[in-house]
């Protein structure tokens, strides 16, 4: 049983739409992190949000915590081919654990 | 900029086999991880190092060992490989603990196939 749950897991859509990808657990996590990960490299950091109901922009990616710090979701404003790629969010617990979902592969077409 | 930096990149073992895959920090980090990464699963925590001296299990141990053998560098060891431990193994570090939500740098990655 996955701790943190993404969905969908697989995103196919044209260039162009608007598109979120949710991060769901039952678990409270003190802080919960976005990565974006290229085919042949490790993930790497986009956001960090910390407090309930945060809400971070980075250019046309939003990215928003949940009021109980047990969900967040990545929104995608007029996606571009360059967009392409594995999405993965995380949620930090205690004891030095970064808990990883099982990631969104998401496919802008031109 | 060399950041994180993991060998070897690929390495086919046959089962029961031993290697070790070392990792390297440039970056001053208290804190290294190596994590496992398997289709439909996400990244899951092998073993962690706090800080220099100190290593911890994480999700999924069993099978491997780890040394902290400096600050800079922290090996994986797997004394008797198995084709359940085909994956991508990768190597991360963070200047502390992740508890905090601190940014954490992963490398490369290193692609094990057991056979």
């Known amino acids: 049983t996955q701790l943190l749950e993404q969905s969908p897991q697989f995103l196919s859509i044209q260039e162009g739409e608007n598109l979120t990808v949710y991060c769901n657990s039952s678990?409270?996590?003190?802080?919960l992190q976005w990565y974006r990960q290229e085919p042949g490299e490790g993930p790497v950091l986009l956001v960090t949000?910390?407090?309930?109901?945060e809400v971070k922009k980075l250019k046309r990616l939003t990215f928003q915590f949940g009021d109980a710090r047990k969900d967040s979701s990545l929104h995608i404003t007029a996606a571009q081919p360059g967009d392409t790629g594995l999405y993965l969010c995380?949620?930090?617990?205690?004891?030095?654990?970064?808990?990883f979902g099982q990631g969104t592969r998401l496919t802008i077409n031109p | 900029n060399a950041g994180v930096t993991q060998t070897p990149k690929f390495q086919v073992l046959k089962t029961g086999q031993s290697m070790t895959l070392q990792c390297a920090q440039d970056?001053?980090?208290?804190?290294m991880y190596w994590y496992r990464q398997d289709p439909g699963m996400g990244l899951r925590l092998i073993y962690y190092s706090a800080s220099e001296g100190t290593t911890d299990k994480g999700e999924v141990p069993n099978g491997y060992n780890v040394s902290r053998l400096n600050k800079r560098e922290f090996s994986l060891r797997l004394e008797s490989a198995a084709p359940s431990q085909t994956s991508v193994y990768f190597c991360a570090s963070s200047p502390q603990g992740l508890f905090s939500g601190n940014t954490i740098y992963f490398g490369e990655g290193s692609w094990l196939t057991v056979v």
């Open positions: 949000v910390v407090t309930g109901g």
């Open positions: 678990s409270v996590f003190s802080s």
């Open positions: 995380a949620g930090a617990m205690r004891a030095q654990k970064l808990v």
């Open positions: 970056m001053n980090h208290n804190s």
